[in-house]
């Protein structure tokens, strides 16, 4: 995706970041019937169509924010991807019966395969550290979320009611354990980059 130009659809993306009522309307008039389309032909109701696309969109929302994701393909085919997987990801999870997919669906060119691959690896890299998270001790998981809370180390000190010296130590104690955690799991081992 290096050298990849940031395609105009980066409007949608912008827009969501906004909150704007308009460009949320227009996904919705635009991109969503497709996606509801395509999972109501494929074992699915319009109620889970509307649950895959309110996750996609908050999902989106974040990669955005907290990544600055850049749309280098029309969001339709990228959000429409996610879309897709994010439901096949649910029929496997149910494993549900006699499942027929109905591949009549667009073709999708490669930028959107390479996003969509890129976000569910960053979606499979963040469970895996909130499962390992929450196997870290209690005095760990406290330090480390006040870290994600607060930016100043002699707050987060502060807060504990410890040291800086000792906040900052046991900090990078905390940090390793979980690296090594999730290094060692397999469901990280098991993840395709």
């Known amino acids: 995706m290096a050298g990849s130009s940031i395609h105009p659809d980066q409007k949608y993306i912008e827009g969501l970041l906004m909150n704007s009522p308009l460009v949320i309307k227009s996904i919705y008039d635009r991109f969503v019937p497709k996606v509801v389309g395509y999972i109501t032909k494929n074992s699915g109701n319009e109620d889970a169509a509307k649950d895959v696309v309110q996750e996609v969109l908050v999902a989106i929302y974040k990669q955005a924010k907290h990544k600055g994701l850049k749309l ?28 027929t997919i109905n591949e009549e669906v667009v073709s999708i060119n490669d930028d959107a395969l390479q996003l969509a691959d890129e976000f ?74």
């Open 72 to 99: 280098t393909c029309p969001f339709d085919a990228y959000f429409f991807l996610l879309c897709k997987r994010r439901w096949l990801n649910e029929i496997k999870k149910s494993s549900l019966k006699e499942v």
């Open 120 to 193: 569910d690896i960053e979606q499979q890299k963040k469970l895996v550290f909130d499962l390992m998270f929450q196997k870290l001790g209690d005095a760990c998981k406290d330090l480390l979320k006040a870290t994600f809370e607060i930016k100043s180390m002699e707050e987060v000190a502060q807060k504990l009611g410890v040291t800086y010296a000792y906040a900052r130590k046991k900090k990078s104690l905390c940090i390793g354990e979980l690296t090594r955690m999730v290094r060692e799991s397999s469901e990280y081992k098991n993840l395709k980059a």
